[in-house]
């Protein structure tokens, strides 16, 4: 390791310049944020895009494999699939972003106190983070869809709320690292408050991992939101979503298999954006990597 | 070493109780009076009087937990409302199924895992190396639901080689049983897999960049002495402990794919229970899942140190 002169220090803004310049230099990074970028502009220009309203059911046209009308089919209600996959975009990106921001919103102040603070705070929410780590993400997951009641809403409040002692216990690990730092000591020794301390040194330093964890846990989410979807605990019929269609598909394997296919491939390849994206972040974060 | 087992032990106490409670007030998430659930469609006040006395309803909230805690102790999780068996027998009847579900999984993860993470690791950098990464991608980030429901498309429909559904019991039919369960532990053995090719590359390319796989070459040892005696047996503690671990991630994603192949263990018993508003049920597979990870994870640690020559002796 090298150590660096006080000419080769950066500024939080070179910081991530650099950062940028080297994700963007990564292919694979790049491919990721490109796929991810395509769904979301698909997903925030549904209501504007001349494809038909993913309700409209058609009795004339049940089931019918992808023609020039309906370029990758219909489903059992005679609804066009294309239509109803774009505003599934919606639904599964919404979840994804929605219940990481929620678990990061709420965990990353209570890492930083826990970490910083330490004491009795820091034990109680330790042991609070360290229980639910211990429950698989999806069975948490179901089990609060279950008593919360089925809805797209309460999924990715259980989403999150089973995302969260991961956000924890990265952001306390990262706040006890950034505490025992020559900069914060100096921050105290000038009579800086604990509060002050908290928000302009650690909260900027703990930045960075939950960044790269926030990116891969999205596509956890996804998953998440579309397994629980898929049980019939998430989106609500008639809405659409990735998971729900998948739900209805399984039942029309033989007739329609093409009812099948395209949902979960979606599902697939955003799940491949964040974690492509993800791995570039972690790459162009680390400050070992130079 | 003792020590530090019954150390480790001690301190699942305290992680078991935060999750017992988080699951008894699940139950009180649920909108509405729990007994009028309980009783369905016959309102008679002195049944709901007696269902009220019956669970403690009518005590204050810790006396309820302590009293639900005092009987999932004794091994009673409650009664199922939808079969009116106890709740430990339903999930003792499901439980055998998805273990088997489990260990094929497990097995074909680490059949498939580590030698191509080994393989990955040797060919660091080359193509071979690149197609393993993609592979592995693609088992991290393909929804298990949906490769299923492809596989049983491609396998079961169109080439009509291996049975879409179902299951038999092992015991009975030896050969059918493995023969239904062949999909559904892929499918569910993939994510595993590709977890563990990850975990084996990077842990097989730190050991053979060491002095002694070096030494070992210089002293002109065949390549695969060099690997497999030299390095594999190093980078494998990381590996085994990894699958220990791994093993509670099964029991969750267990639920979707008994679900699609439609085999009657533990994940199907939740779904089922949630959709009936079986709401004893849930709690006791959520129980049960969170010991068998609680356990699982304790074993980890305790082999992770029996495994290790150098933890072992600064025990």
Known sequence: ?290 | MYVFIVRRLLLAIPTLLIISLFVFSLQKLLPGDPVLVMAGEERDPVLLELLREKYHLNDPIPVQYMAWVGNALRGDLGISLRTNQPVVALIAEKLPVTLQLALMSMSFALFIGIPLGILAAVKKNTFVDYLTSVLALSGLSVPNFWLGIMLILLVSVTLGWLPASGYQPFFVDPLLSLKTMLMPSFVLGNALAASMMRHTRSAMIGVLSSDYVRTARAKGLSERVVILSHGFRNAVLPIVTLSALLFGELLAGAVLTEQIFTIPGFGKLIVDAVFTRDYAVVQGVVLCTAVGFISMNLLADVLYVVLNPRMRASM
């Open chain 1, 1 to 290: 390791m090298t150590t660096l002169d006080a000419s080769e220090a950066k500024t939080p803004t070179q910081r991530s310049g650099r950062a940028w310049r080297k994700l963007i230099a990564n292919k694979a990074a790049l491919a990721g944020l490109g796929i991810v970028a395509t769904f979301a502009i698909l997903a925030l220009l549904a209501p504007l895009l001349p494809i038909p309203d993913p309700l409209q059911t058609s009795w004339t046209a049940i089931r019918k494999p992808p023609s020039w009308s309906h370029p990758i089919g219909t489903d059992e209600l005679g609804r066009d699939i294309l239509a109803r996959m774009i505003w599934g975009a919606r639904a599964s990106l919404s979840a994804g972003l929605f219940s990481v921001m929620l678990a990061v919103s709420i965990g990353v102040p209570l890492g930083i106190l826990s970490g910083y603070l330490g004491g009795w705070f820091d034990m109680i929410v330790s042991r609070i983070t360290e229980a639910f780590l211990a429950m698989p993400f999806l069975i948490t997951a179901i089990a609060l869809a279950a008593f919360l009641g089925p809805s797209l809403i309460n999924s990715m409040i259980a989403i999150a709320m089973s995302a969260l002692p991961i956000f924890i216990r990265l952001t306390r690990g990262q706040a006890l690292s950034v505490k025992a730092e020559e900069y914060v000591e100096g921050a105290r020794a000038i009579g800086l408050g604990p509060v002050a301390i908290m928000t302009r040194y650690v909260f900027p330093n703990v930045l960075p991992p939950i960044l790269v964890q926030a990116t891969l846990t999205v596509a956890t989410a996804i998953i998440a939101e579309a397994s629980l979807s898929f049980l019939g605990l998430g989106q609500q019929p008639p809405a659409a979503s990735w998971g729900s269609m998948l739900n209805i598909a399984k039942n029309f394997l033989t007739q329609a298999p093409w009812m099948a296919v395209w949902p979960g491939g979606a599902i697939f390849l955003v799940v491949v954006g964040f974690n492509l994206l993800g791995d570039g972040l972690r790459d162009a974060l680390d400050p070992r990597a130079a």
